[in-house]
């Protein structure tokens, strides 16, 4: 006998809670308290920030690592550091995190937003090539849920068009393309260690690179314009104190430890979840390429068609989370319907060109269609789960689908 849906009175599917995050144990605990006793607590006395810092970048193929206090920090620095002058255009995906377009806002700098792919939910190469102008100085593809864009398509343009290419990984932790890391597939990278994040200290960002002269730049730039062999207050460009502490030095080195393994598991799930959701109806699940090695699953993605599946996406939302299963639509609206955007609220940013593009007729149909009526989140906590956890979130969206007439006739109740 079929279960009645949960969000119209029957049993949940589950009441088991999925995986909780952020993960830690003693390793965490005995870290923090030796940095605690240490009195060391700032890295330019410890040595945590700087451990961390080699043994990240070394495990994401890079030869440099420069931690810095979050990821939209990360991103500003790389351009400033790049020589990004006020006004140059950086092409940025629509469908991201505000901070890849802002903190090109915060570098003087003017953000042209070009359209995703419909089907990886990445910047689309084609639409980043029609999108420069003779303005045009770099390109940031968002390795978006932790499936790297298209590096293959993305080093050929940024080469040929002479750009300096940017890889935004703040949802990449250990993801690789044709076997190399995300992190070093293009000039530079920039990751996040925030709370949601694969790899986590609460707030924290690092920028990866394989050009000693960048590394150089941001690691003076992290660090107040200073400059090795220079004396302490001796600064020699206009930046700040973005360093990390060694608290979240010390967390993040026992983090690492764990990540690894976490990408397995998370790797094996979503690949197995893909598989099966992929067979309902209506379900469009996150397309792969081949050169896709490893996804990092900081999201589980997929777009989901309400006429194919049956029902609209905002109900089949509610009728899982009643099902137990937690999920999301994710962004409301790309980012140029963003008020921010929209009514160009930059402060004293951008007070010419910038100001002179119209945000408001920006058009990114892809984007919008996946923000108002098609996305759909499952959190990478979740994909940490075990098999039969992932079995429950297909058995939910079958249960649903199975009894879409009720729930649509529940929906046009609520609407009336
Ligand atoms: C794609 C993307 N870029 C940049 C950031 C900014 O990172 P942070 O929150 O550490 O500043 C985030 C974080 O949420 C993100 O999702």
Not at 145 to 157: C, E, N, S
Request: charged content about 20%.
């Amino acid at each position: 006998m079929v279960s009645k849906l949960a969000l119209l009175g029957g049993k949940p599917l589950r009441t088991r809670p999925f995986p909780s995050w952020p993960i830690f144990g003693t390793a965490e605990e005995k870290a923090l308290l030796r940095v605690l006793h240490s009195g060391k607590w700032g890295r330019l006395q410890g040595d945590q920030v700087d451990k961390f810092e080699q043994s990240f970048a070394r495990q994401h193929g890079c030869s440099h690592g420069v931690a810095v206090v979050n990821g939209t920090v990360s991103l500003r620095l790389i351009l400033m550091a790049a020589g990004i002058q006020a006004e140059d255009e950086v092409i940025v995906p629509p469908y991201t995190f505000l901070s890849t377009a802002t903190a090109v806002v915060e570098a003087n700098a003017v953000p042209v937003f070009a359209d995703i792919d419909l089907n990886t939910f990445n910047l689309d190469p084609r639409a980043a090539e029609t999108a420069i102008t003779p303005r045009t100085r770099a390109i940031i593809p968002v390795h978006f849920a932790g499936q790297p864009a298209d590096m293959t398509a993305f080093v050929k343009l940024a080469r040929r068009r002479k750009l300096i290419l940017i890889e935004d990984a703040a949802h990449a932790h250990g993801a690789s393309w044709n076997g190399q890391p995300a992190g070093s597939l293009g000039d530079v990278a920039s990751f996040s260690f925030q709370s949601s994040k694969n790899l986590t200290c609460g707030e924290g960002g690092i920028i990866t690179t394989n050009d000693e002269r960048l590394a150089a730049a941001c690691r003076s730039m992290h660090n107040c314009g200073r400059v090795p062999g220079g004396i302490w207050y001796e600064h020699h460009v206009i930046s700040g104190n973005y360093r990390l502490g060694e608290f979240q030095g010390a967390v993040l080195n026992c983090q690492l430890q764990r990540l690894e393994r976490q990408a397995q598991i998370r790797e094996r799930n979503g690949r197995y979840l893909a598989a099966r959701l992929s067979q309902i109806p209506g379900l469009l699940v996150q397309q792969r390429p081949s050169e896709c090695t490893r996804h990092a699953y900081h999201l589980f993605m997929l777009r989901l068609e309400a006429e194919a599946f049956g029902v609209p996406r905002a109900a089949v939302l509610q009728a899982l989370r009643a099902e137990g299963i937690p999920c999301s639509g994710g962004y409301g609206f790309s980012l140029p319907q963003q008020p921010l955007f929209r009514h160009r609220a930059f402060g004293p940013y951008l007070p010419g060109a910038g100001r002179r593009l119209d945000y408001a007729n920006t058009r990114c149909p892809n984007s919008d269609l996946i923000c108002r009526e098609q996305g759909f989140w499952i959190e990478q906590s979740v994909m940490l789960g075990t098999r039969a956890d992932m079995d429950d979130i297909i058995a939910a969206f079958e249960k649903i689908q199975g009894q879409r007439e009720a729930l649509n006739l529940w929906a046009r109740k609520e609407k009336a």
